[in-house]
Protein backbone atom coordinates (compact mmCIF):
# COMPACT_ATOMS: atom_id res chain seq x y z
CA UNK A 1 0.00 0.00 0.00
CA UNK A 2 1.01 3.43 -0.93
CA UNK A 3 2.13 5.65 2.15
CA UNK A 4 1.44 8.83 0.54
CA UNK A 5 -0.07 8.84 -3.26
CA UNK A 6 -0.18 11.84 -5.88
CA UNK A 7 -2.07 11.93 -8.86
CA UNK A 8 -0.77 12.63 -11.43
CA UNK A 9 2.92 11.59 -11.57
CA UNK A 10 2.96 13.73 -14.67
CA UNK A 11 1.43 16.68 -16.12
CA UNK A 12 2.08 18.80 -19.47
CA UNK A 13 -0.83 21.81 -19.48
CA UNK A 14 -0.75 25.21 -21.85
CA UNK A 15 0.14 28.38 -20.09
CA UNK A 16 -3.27 29.96 -18.78
CA UNK A 17 -4.66 26.30 -18.15
CA UNK A 18 -6.14 25.32 -14.38
CA UNK A 19 -5.07 22.33 -13.18
CA UNK A 20 -5.09 20.56 -10.02
CA UNK A 21 -2.81 17.77 -8.25
CA UNK A 22 -4.24 15.08 -5.60
CA UNK A 23 -2.60 13.68 -2.71
CA UNK A 24 -3.69 11.12 -0.27
CA UNK A 25 -2.24 10.05 2.61
CA UNK A 26 -3.14 6.83 4.14
CA UNK A 27 -0.94 6.80 7.26
CA UNK A 28 -3.34 8.31 9.74
CA UNK A 29 -1.15 11.47 9.90
CA UNK A 30 -2.91 14.86 11.18
CA UNK A 31 -0.30 17.40 8.94
CA UNK A 32 0.26 17.30 5.11
CA UNK A 33 2.51 20.22 3.08
CA UNK A 34 2.84 21.09 -0.29
CA UNK A 35 6.58 21.43 -1.34
CA UNK A 36 7.76 23.09 -4.72
CA UNK A 37 11.57 21.71 -6.19
CA UNK A 38 12.18 23.76 -8.68
CA UNK A 39 15.26 22.77 -12.08
CA UNK A 40 17.95 23.40 -9.29
CA UNK A 41 16.71 20.61 -7.48
CA UNK A 42 15.67 23.42 -4.25
CA UNK A 43 13.01 22.59 -1.99
CA UNK A 44 10.44 24.87 -1.02
CA UNK A 45 7.72 24.25 1.33
CA UNK A 46 4.70 25.97 -0.25
CA UNK A 47 2.08 24.95 2.55
CA UNK A 48 1.06 22.84 5.34
CA UNK A 49 -2.41 21.95 6.61
CA UNK A 50 -2.86 20.68 10.31
CA UNK A 51 -6.34 18.68 10.41
CA UNK A 52 -7.67 20.32 7.78
CA UNK A 53 -6.40 23.74 9.06
CA UNK A 54 -3.80 25.71 7.01
CA UNK A 55 -1.00 26.45 9.11
CA UNK A 56 1.65 27.51 7.03
CA UNK A 57 1.15 29.85 3.61
CA UNK A 58 4.51 30.63 2.33
CA UNK A 59 4.76 33.36 -0.13
CA UNK A 60 3.24 31.92 -3.11
CA UNK A 61 1.07 33.39 -5.67
CA UNK A 62 -2.63 33.50 -5.14
CA UNK A 63 -3.29 31.49 -7.78
CA UNK A 64 -1.93 28.99 -6.29
CA UNK A 65 -4.85 27.35 -3.85
CA UNK A 66 -4.45 24.52 -1.45
CA UNK A 67 -7.78 22.67 -0.23
CA UNK A 68 -8.06 19.82 2.32
CA UNK A 69 -11.50 18.33 2.53
CA UNK A 70 -10.17 15.97 5.36
CA UNK A 71 -6.94 15.08 6.86
CA UNK A 72 -6.07 12.37 4.45
CA UNK A 73 -6.56 14.24 1.43
CA UNK A 74 -4.39 17.78 0.56
CA UNK A 75 -4.84 18.72 -2.99
CA UNK A 76 -3.32 21.67 -4.64
CA UNK A 77 -5.42 23.63 -7.74
CA UNK A 78 -3.36 26.35 -9.57
CA UNK A 79 -4.70 29.18 -12.01
CA UNK A 80 -3.81 30.54 -14.88
CA UNK A 81 -0.53 28.55 -15.23
CA UNK A 82 2.45 30.24 -16.38
CA UNK A 83 6.18 28.73 -17.34
CA UNK A 84 8.01 29.48 -14.08
CA UNK A 85 5.77 27.13 -12.51
CA UNK A 86 7.05 24.28 -14.32
CA UNK A 87 8.65 22.03 -11.11
CA UNK A 88 8.35 19.05 -9.78
CA UNK A 89 5.75 18.96 -6.69
CA UNK A 90 5.66 17.00 -3.39
CA UNK A 91 3.22 16.06 -1.22
CA UNK A 92 4.56 15.48 1.96
CA UNK A 93 2.71 14.07 6.17
CA UNK A 94 3.76 13.52 9.25
CA UNK A 95 2.26 11.95 12.61
CA UNK A 96 1.58 15.51 14.15
CA UNK A 97 2.95 19.19 15.19
CA UNK A 98 4.74 19.50 18.70
CA UNK A 99 7.47 15.79 17.65
CA UNK A 100 10.32 16.80 16.61
CA UNK A 101 11.31 13.09 15.91
CA UNK A 102 8.52 12.07 13.19
CA UNK A 103 10.32 12.29 9.89
CA UNK A 104 8.02 13.74 6.77
CA UNK A 105 6.87 10.99 4.56
CA UNK A 106 6.77 12.39 0.77
CA UNK A 107 4.54 11.12 -2.34
CA UNK A 108 6.40 10.26 -5.67
CA UNK A 109 5.94 14.05 -6.74
CA UNK A 110 4.25 15.20 -9.71
CA UNK A 111 6.39 16.84 -12.45
CA UNK A 112 4.69 19.78 -13.71
CA UNK A 113 5.69 20.76 -17.53
CA UNK A 114 3.74 24.17 -18.37
CA UNK A 115 4.54 24.78 -22.57
CA UNK B 1 14.42 32.38 10.72
CA UNK B 2 16.00 28.34 10.04
CA UNK B 3 18.61 27.96 7.29
CA UNK B 4 19.96 25.03 6.51
CA UNK B 5 23.53 25.24 4.21
CA UNK B 6 25.08 22.41 2.17
CA UNK B 7 28.32 23.96 0.26
CA UNK B 8 28.89 20.73 -1.67
CA UNK B 9 27.36 20.79 -4.85
CA UNK B 10 28.68 17.75 -5.89
CA UNK B 11 30.53 15.31 -4.31
CA UNK B 12 32.43 12.28 -6.68
CA UNK B 13 33.69 9.20 -4.37
CA UNK B 14 35.45 5.90 -4.95
CA UNK B 15 33.00 2.86 -4.36
CA UNK B 16 33.79 1.18 -1.24
CA UNK B 17 34.99 4.81 0.52
CA UNK B 18 33.34 6.61 2.98
CA UNK B 19 32.49 10.03 2.16
CA UNK B 20 31.32 12.92 4.35
CA UNK B 21 28.43 15.06 2.87
CA UNK B 22 28.49 18.76 5.20
CA UNK B 23 25.39 20.42 6.66
CA UNK B 24 25.18 23.44 9.02
CA UNK B 25 22.56 25.41 9.99
CA UNK B 26 21.01 28.21 11.51
CA UNK B 27 18.59 29.06 14.40
CA UNK B 28 17.72 30.70 17.72
CA UNK B 29 15.47 27.73 18.68
CA UNK B 30 16.77 25.32 21.47
CA UNK B 31 14.60 22.99 20.46
CA UNK B 32 14.80 21.15 16.60
CA UNK B 33 15.51 18.32 15.10
CA UNK B 34 17.77 17.43 11.91
CA UNK B 35 17.58 15.26 9.10
CA UNK B 36 18.54 13.79 5.88
CA UNK B 37 16.66 12.59 2.70
CA UNK B 38 17.80 10.59 -0.62
CA UNK B 39 16.98 11.41 -3.76
CA UNK B 40 17.74 8.86 -6.39
CA UNK B 41 17.59 9.62 -9.91
CA UNK B 42 13.81 8.31 -10.33
CA UNK B 43 12.84 11.31 -7.98
CA UNK B 44 11.23 9.98 -4.67
CA UNK B 45 12.78 11.43 -1.17
CA UNK B 46 14.16 8.70 0.97
CA UNK B 47 14.24 9.27 4.77
CA UNK B 48 17.66 8.33 5.69
CA UNK B 49 18.39 9.32 9.37
CA UNK B 50 17.31 11.90 12.48
CA UNK B 51 19.02 13.43 15.02
CA UNK B 52 17.04 15.73 17.80
CA UNK B 53 19.38 18.96 19.27
CA UNK B 54 19.22 17.56 22.73
CA UNK B 55 20.30 13.71 21.64
CA UNK B 56 23.45 13.01 23.60
CA UNK B 57 25.11 10.60 21.04
CA UNK B 58 25.23 10.54 17.27
CA UNK B 59 22.27 9.23 15.09
CA UNK B 60 23.33 5.90 13.53
CA UNK B 61 21.05 3.84 10.81
CA UNK B 62 22.98 1.21 9.47
CA UNK B 63 25.59 2.81 6.79
CA UNK B 64 24.96 6.13 7.94
CA UNK B 65 25.74 7.94 10.82
CA UNK B 66 25.37 11.69 11.48
CA UNK B 67 28.56 13.89 13.04
CA UNK B 68 26.70 16.05 15.04
CA UNK B 69 28.48 18.96 16.43
CA UNK B 70 26.27 21.21 18.25
CA UNK B 71 28.11 24.05 19.33
CA UNK B 72 29.57 24.51 15.53
CA UNK B 73 26.05 23.94 14.62
CA UNK B 74 26.78 21.09 11.88
CA UNK B 75 25.12 18.02 11.22
CA UNK B 76 27.06 16.07 8.74
CA UNK B 77 26.57 13.02 7.04
CA UNK B 78 28.62 9.92 7.10
CA UNK B 79 28.19 7.31 4.25
CA UNK B 80 30.47 4.10 5.46
CA UNK B 81 31.26 1.53 2.16
CA UNK B 82 29.38 3.30 -0.23
CA UNK B 83 27.96 1.71 -2.97
CA UNK B 84 27.05 2.74 -6.55
CA UNK B 85 23.71 2.84 -5.48
CA UNK B 86 24.30 5.65 -2.93
CA UNK B 87 24.62 7.62 -5.92
CA UNK B 88 21.84 10.29 -5.22
CA UNK B 89 20.80 13.97 -4.49
CA UNK B 90 21.12 14.36 -0.55
CA UNK B 91 19.28 16.92 1.27
CA UNK B 92 19.31 17.98 4.70
CA UNK B 93 16.25 19.68 6.84
CA UNK B 94 15.44 21.44 9.78
CA UNK B 95 12.59 21.67 12.02
CA UNK B 96 12.07 23.64 14.58
CA UNK B 97 9.50 23.10 17.73
CA UNK B 98 8.22 26.93 17.61
CA UNK B 99 6.01 28.07 15.09
CA UNK B 100 5.01 26.04 12.07
CA UNK B 101 7.04 23.88 12.80
CA UNK B 102 8.35 23.06 9.13
CA UNK B 103 10.78 21.25 7.32
CA UNK B 104 12.95 23.14 6.11
CA UNK B 105 15.40 21.89 3.16
CA UNK B 106 19.47 23.01 2.15
CA UNK B 107 20.19 23.05 -1.15
CA UNK B 108 21.01 18.83 -1.80
CA UNK B 109 24.94 17.52 -2.56
CA UNK B 110 24.47 15.03 -5.97
CA UNK B 111 26.69 12.22 -4.49
CA UNK B 112 28.31 10.08 -7.65
CA UNK B 113 29.79 6.72 -6.39
CA UNK B 114 32.51 5.95 -9.00
CA UNK B 115 33.14 2.11 -9.54
Known amino acids: DTAVSQTPKYLVTQMGNDKSIKCEQNLGHDTMYWYKQDSKKFLKIMFS???????INETVPNRFSPKSPDKAHLNLHINSLELGDSAVYFC??????????????FGQGTRLTVV | AQKITQTQPGMFVQEKEAVTLDCTYD???????LFWYKQPSSGEMIFLIYQGSYDQQNATEGRYSLNFQKARKSANLVISASQLGDSAMYFC????????????FGQGTRLTINP
Open chain 2, 93 to 104: AMREIQGAQKLV
Open chain 1, 92 to 105: ASTPQTGRMNTEAF
Open chain 2, 27 to 33: TSDPSYG
Open chain 1, 49 to 55: YNNKELI
